[in-house]
């Protein structure tokens, strides 16, 4: 993480490289959950037809959730900057990470809130939405994690024989 002498908490590097993650974080985490919800639910041991059936389960959980999940996430980008922002001179990172996983919380709940409003409340497995609001939480906290890993890249230094003539 930056020092807390730094201005701001994220270069636009660590941002970015921390939303990608998290983006993928979260499809992955989100088309296992799915697959394995999906399994579970068959309640038949693993044929190829329960198995297919998880697998297409997997996939179209993944394409619905990867397409509104880059909207959250785009969207999300100012936020999770303000938030790294507030936290620039805390250099304990259990703070950060748990502050990230709230946010994370607060995003999947949003969705799902989002969600269940729009559909019927019978299509909506409380397990499915308690699993998908863990999976943001863990997303979130992967993308931080991974921001944090990013270097603070600075302009390599000009040669005296690069730099521009001036008379």
Do not use: K
């Not at 088309?31 to 399994?39: H, K, L, M, N």
């Not at 939480?137 to 000009?158: E, F, H, K, L, M």
């Amino acid at each position: 993480m930056n020092p807390p002498s730094a201005a701001g908490a994220f270069t636009r590097d660590q941002l970015w490289r921390g939303a990608l993650h998290a983006w993928l974080g979260f499809v992955t985490l989100l088309t296992i959950a799915a697959f394995v919800w999906a399994a579970l639910a068959s309640m038949r041991p693993f044929t190829p037809p329960s198995v297919g059936a998880a697998v297409y389960a997997a996939g179209w959980v993944a394409a619905v959730g990867g397409v509104v999940s880059i909207f959250v996430t785009v969207l999300g980008l100012p936020v999770a900057a303000l938030v790294g922002y507030a936290l620039r001179g805390v250099r304990r990172r259990w703070v950060h990470l748990s502050a990230f996983a709230a946010f994370g919380i607060a995003i999947g709940a949003a969705v799902m809130s989002i969600f269940t409003a729009m559909s019927r409340p019978a299509m909506l497995d409380p397990v499915m939405v308690g699993v998908v609001i863990a999976v943001c939480a863990g997303a979130t906290v992967y993308g931080r994690w991974q921001a944090d890993r990013t270097p603070n890249r600075r302009d390599p230094p000009i040669e005296e024989e690069d730099r521009p003539l001036r008379g």
